[in-house]
């Protein structure tokens, strides 16, 4: 079945202890991405990921890193988490857009972080 | 100002009623994509319908039109007979051309539908 997985799907913790939440796909997709979902924001990209070792900054990437060593993965590294953290989490992944095609991105179950 | 709109927080409707989710953009660009997610209380996101910009026909996917409007810049859901599975929370997304190499999703606030039986 095709599917991105996350893990853990939920993390309660605490401020400074450095967290890493888990993204595999196995749709062999070029393009992997990390949003956060905050009440009446919508989704935000963080960080995304064109291919292998091809990483750059979203539109919130402040307190996040992120690495792209294997095709598959693509985790989310929190150095030293702040409360302010506190949100959902979604990984997607697409295949390479080549022209303007209709290919959604697909997105793993979310993993919802609590940080005290 | 926003890219995406969806001015409807919360929209109750009849079980077996059409319903209409509203979603404005802004873009520049000649070429973008519009997406629709739901996301039930479980919360993933699931996939609904795509248009693009230069699609000449509105998009279709079982219970599930998109009412393209371009000049308006306008891109609403509407679920066909709906059903009290389709209570959920229902986001509009777009996909601009000139992000190309980054696949970003630029997301509206979300429109929180309830179908009362």
């Given at each position: 079945?095709?599917?991105?997985?996350?893990?853990?799907?939920?993390?309660?913790?605490?401020?400074?202890?450095?967290?890493?939440?888990?993204?595999?796909?196995?749709?062999?997709?070029?393009?992997?991405?990390?949003?956060?979902?905050?009440?009446?924001?919508?989704?935000?990209?963080?960080?995304?990921?064109?291919?292998?070792?091809?990483?750059?900054?979203?539109?919130?990437?402040?307190?996040?890193?992120?690495?792209?060593?294997?095709?598959?993965?693509?985790?989310?590294?929190?150095?030293?988490?702040?409360?302010?953290?506190?949100?959902?989490?979604?990984?997607?992944?697409?295949?390479?857009?080549?022209?303007?095609s209709n290919q959604p991105q697909h997105f793993g179950?979310?993993?919802?972080?609590?940080?005290? | 100002?926003?890219?995406?709109?969806?001015?409807?927080?919360?929209?109750?409707?009849?079980?077996?009623?059409?319903?209409?989710?509203?979603?404005?953009?802004?873009?520049?660009?000649?070429?973008?994509?519009?997406?629709?997610?739901?996301?039930?209380?479980?919360?993933?996101?699931?996939?609904?319908?795509?248009?693009?910009?230069?699609?000449?026909?509105?998009?279709?996917?079982?219970?599930?039109?998109?009412?393209?409007?371009?000049?308006?810049?306008?891109?609403?859901?509407?679920?066909?007979?709906?059903?009290?599975?389709?209570?959920a929370m229902y986001f509009c997304a777009m996909r601009?051309?000139?992000?190309?190499?980054?696949?970003?999703?630029?997301?509206g606030t979300g429109t929180r539908l309830t179908i009362?039986?």
């Amino acid at each position: 079945e095709a599917q991105v997985t996350q893990n853990p799907r939920y993390l309660i913790t605490v401020t400074g202890k450095k967290l890493t939440v888990t993204c595999s796909q196995n749709m062999n997709h070029e393009y992997m991405s990390w949003y956060r979902q905050d009440p009446g924001l919508g989704l935000r990209q963080i960080y995304y990921s064109m291919n292998v070792e091809v990483t750059d900054k979203g539109d919130v990437p402040e307190g996040y890193k992120v690495s792209r060593k294997e095709k598959r993965n693509f985790p989310l590294i929190l150095e030293s988490p702040s409360p302010n953290q506190t949100s959902l989490y979604f990984c997607a992944s697409s295949p390479d857009r080549t022209g303007y095609s209709n290919q959604p991105q697909h997105f793993g179950d979310g993993t919802r972080l609590s940080i005290l | 100002a926003q890219k995406i709109t969806q001015t409807q927080p919360g929209m109750f409707v009849q079980e077996k009623e059409a319903v209409t989710l509203d979603c404005t953009y802004d873009t520049s660009d000649q070429s973008y994509g519009l997406f629709w997610y739901k996301q039930p209380s479980s919360g993933e996101m699931i996939f609904l319908i795509y248009q693009g910009s230069y699609d000449e026909q509105n998009a279709t996917e079982g219970r599930y039109s998109l009412n393209f409007q371009k000049a308006r810049k306008s891109a609403n859901l509407v679920i066909s007979a709906s059903q009290l599975g389709d209570s959920a929370m229902y986001f509009c997304a777009m996909r601009e051309g000139a992000n190309f190499g980054n696949e970003k999703l630029t997301f509206g606030t979300g429109t929180r539908l309830t179908i009362i039986p």
